[in-house]
């Protein structure tokens, strides 16, 4: 069992920065791929990034290239999102997950946090 709990989301302005981080319990954290989904209301999950086990490999959905960067720091059990040049088109829930799979989709991923608000004000 995996358990997830995101920080760090808020209010900041058009063009600013934030980074969440995502604290896992468990020794296994290595084992786990990990990914940060975001989701505003009326509309299903989305991938936003993903990252291997060992950290070795990341992948981001088109639109946050060049923006957001996700690492982890296996020692710690955290995985983190830095996020900068904030547009209003971030705002959302942001939820970081565990999976087995290094995957796109929020199927493969077993293990969830409660999210966390980032609202971008324009």
């Known amino acids: 069992q995996v358990q997830l709990v995101e920080s760090g989301g808020g209010l900041v302005q058009a063009g600013g920065s934030l980074r969440l981080s995502c604290a896992a319990s468990g020794r296994t954290f290595r084992a786990y791929a990990m990914g940060w989904f975001r989701q505003t209301p009326g509309k299903e999950r989305e991938f936003v990034a993903r990252i291997s086990g060992g950290g070795e490999t990341t992948d981001y959905t088109d639109s946050v290239k060049g923006r957001f960067t996700i690492s982890r720091e296996n020692a710690k059990n955290t995985v983190y999102l830095q996020m900068n040049s904030l547009n209003s088109e971030d705002t959302a829930v942001y939820y970081c997950?565990?999976?087995?799979?290094?995957?796109?989709?929020?199927?493969?991923?077993?293990?969830w946090g409660q999210g966390t608000q980032v609202t971008v004000s324009s």
């Open positions: 997950a565990a999976g087995r799979v290094y995957s796109v989709y929020a199927k493969w991923y077993d293990y």
